[in-house]
C-alpha cells in the first residue's frame, strides 16, 4: 500500500527560483513510439504495412509524423522474446543504429534492472546485488557512462535520457526505494539519480543531452509535486518530466490535464507523456477496474484514434508540453512474439487508422482563394527552402507554426523565388502564405533532421 506524506518544501524550492539550475529546454514539440521490440519482431520475420503494402516501421510511423523512438536497455536480460527481455546492450546498440539510419532521434530508457522496472518493481541487477551503498553508486556511475561512451563511439548517442522507469517509487531497491515501510528515503533516491545524471553529464556529448525523470503518476498532481519536490528538495537537476498515462491505473482524461496544467504553471522542466496506448479491440483487462469516463472512447480503431488526437489537444494547450510518445505500438505477431490490442498495428503487422491520428489534425497542402496565384515549396538537402509562384508582382507573407501552433518564422517577400533557411529541427510544421492579408496557401512539411 503506497504512503504519501505531504511535507511543505519552502516556495523556492519547488518553483526553481533560486537560480542553481536552468533545465536544457526541449524547444519542439515531439511524436515518439517505444519501439524496443522492433529489432526482435524483424529477426523473427515480422512485416509491417500501410495500406497493406509493405513498409519499413520506421518509414511508416514517419508517415505518420513520428519523429522519435524510444528504446529501452535492460543491464542483463534473459533474453526471452515472449517477455520482452531482449533488451541487452548489443541488442539496443543494434536497434539504435537502425533508428539513427531512418533519421529518427532517440530517447533511451535505462531501466537499471535485469527486467521490467515499474512502479510495483524496481529490482537491481543481480551483478549488484549486496553492494553497499558505496560500491553502488561506484557501479551505477561506471555503467552509465560506459553505456553512452559505448552509444557515442558507435556514432548513435541519444538525443534524450531516462535515467530510470517509471521511478515515482524509486528505483534499485532496496537501496532506492523511496520509502523503506513508513520511513521517506529519498536522500538515497536522490544521490542515486544525481549519480546516474552525473555519469550521462560526464559521457562524451552528454552535456547538452536534455534528461528526463519518469513517474508514472499522469493522473494525479498531487502524487507528481510529492515525486519532484521530494527529489528538488536534495538538489536533482534534470530537464524533463516523462509521463506514462493509461486509463486503467491514471484516472480520467480530466485528471491527465489538470496534471498538466499544474506541472506547467509550476516548474520550469518541459513534460512530455513518454507512455500512453489505447485498445483498437478487446475489452479491458481483468486487474483495470475502470469508471466509463476513464474509457472515453469504444475499443475500436476509431476510438483508439479519438484517443490519440484527443490526448494531443490537450497537450497543444501547454507550453511547456512537449511531446507524447506511445508505449507498445510496435508489437505484431512474430515468433515468440505476440500482437496487442493496444499496438498501433494489426496483430498480422497493417498499420492502424490511429498511427496517422495526429498527422491527420494537419491540413494538407491546399490553396485557399488562389485568385490564379499559385505557389510551390521545395526543401534542400541543407535545410533551405525556395517557394516559387506564377505572379512575380505578389507581395507575400510566408509563416510556419510548428505543432503546438506557435509561429516560428515570419517574413515578407516579394516576386516569384524566395529563398530562405528557418533553421527547424526535426519534426512537422504548417507553410502558410498569405497574399493581401488573406490565407492563400496551407502545407504540412515533415523537416527531417540534417
Known amino acids: 500500500m503506497k504512503k504519501h506524506i505531504l511535507t511543505l518544501f519552502s516556495l523556492c524550492s519547488y518553483l526553481f527560483v533560486t537560480g542553481q539550475y536552468t533545465p536544457i529546454l526541449v524547444n519542439s514539440f515531439h511524436l515518439g513510439s517505444d519501439l524496443s521490440m522492433v529489432k526482435a519482431i524483424y529477426d523473427n520475420g515480422g512485416t509491417y504495412y500501410v495500406d497493406s503494402v509493405e513498409k519499413n516501421v520506421f518509414e511508416a510511423y514517419k508517415l505518420g ?65 549486496g553492494l553497499d551503498f558505496n560500491t553502488l553508486i561506484d557501479s551505477l556511475y561506471n555503467y552509465t557512462l560506459k553505456v553512452l561512451n559505448t552509444f557515442a563511439a558507435a556514432d548513435v548517442s541519444p538525443d534524450m535520457i531516462q535515467t530510470g522507469n517509471e521511478i515515482n517509487n524509486g528505483f534499485l531497491w532496496p537501496e532506492g526505494k523511496a520509502w523503506k515501510e513508513s520511513t521517506p528515503n529519498y536522500r538515497n533516491l536522490s544521490t542515486l539519480l544525481k549519480t546516474a545524471i552525473n555519469a550521462v553529464r560526464d559521457s562524451e556529448g552528454g552535456n547538452t543531452i536534455p534528461i528526463m525523470l519518469h513517474a508514472a503518476t499522469g493522473g494525479s498532481d498531487t502524487d507528481t509535486r510529492i515525486f519532484i519536490d521530494s527529489l528538488i528538495k536534495y538538489n536533482v537537476e534534470f530537464d524533463v518530466l516523462g509521463l506514462s498515462y493509461y486509463q486503467c491505473w491514471h484516472g480520467t482524461l480530466a485528471d491527465l490535464e489538470a496534471n498538466i496544467n499544474f506541472l506547467s504553471s509550476t516548474y520550469e522542466q518541459s513534460v512530455i507523456i513518454v507512455e500512453t496506448n489505447y485498445q483498437s479491440d478487446g475489452t479491458s483487462p481483468d486487474y483495470c477496474v475502470l469508471t466509463e469516463d476513464q474509457i472515453p472512447f469504444p475499443y475500436s480503431q476509431q476510438g483508439q484514434y479519438d484517443y490519440m488526437q484527443k490526448i494531443y489537444t490537450i497537450l497543444e494547450k501547454y507550453n511547456k508540453a512537449k511531446g507524447l510518445f506511445y508505449w507498445g505500438g510496435d508489437y505484431i505477431y512474430a515468433g515468440d512474439i505476440g500482437g496487442s490490442y493496444s499496438s498501433l498495428f494489426h496483430w498480422q503487422g497493417n498499420a492502424n487508422k490511429a498511427l496517422f491520428a495526429i498527422s491527420d489534425l494537419i491540413t494538407n497542402t491546399k490553396e485557399i482563394n488562389p485568385d490564379n496565384q499559385s505557389y510551390h515549396i521545395q526543401q534542400f538537402s541543407d535545410g533551405a527552402y525556395k517557394i516559387t509562384c506564377n505572379n512575380p508582382h505578389t507581395k507575400s507573407l510566408i509563416q510556419i507554426y510548428n505543432l503546438l501552433g506557435q509561429k516560428v518564422y515570419n517574413q515578407i517577400f516579394w516576386g516569384d523565388e524566395y529563398y530562405f533557411n528557418p533553421n527547424l529541427q526535426a519534426g512537422i510544421f504548417f507553410f502558410s502564405i498569405q497574399t493581401a492579408g488573406e490565407k492563400r496557401f496551407i502545407q504540412k512539411i515533415q523537416v527531417k533532421a540534417f
Open 65 to 129: 509524423g513520428y519523429d522519435y523512438a524510444r528504446i529501452r536497455l535492460f543491464h542483463s536480460p534473459d533474453g526471452w522474446e515472449a517477455s520482452g527481455t531482449v533488451n541487452s546492450l548489443e541488442y539496443t546498440l543494434s536497434l539504435a543504429e537502425l533508428i539513427k539510419d531512418a533519421g529518427m532521434k532517440l530517447l533511451l530508457d535505462f531501466h537499471y534492472s535485469d527486467t521490467w522496472a515499474d512502479p510495483s518493481q524496481q529490482d537491481i541487477p543481480e551483478a549488484w546485488s
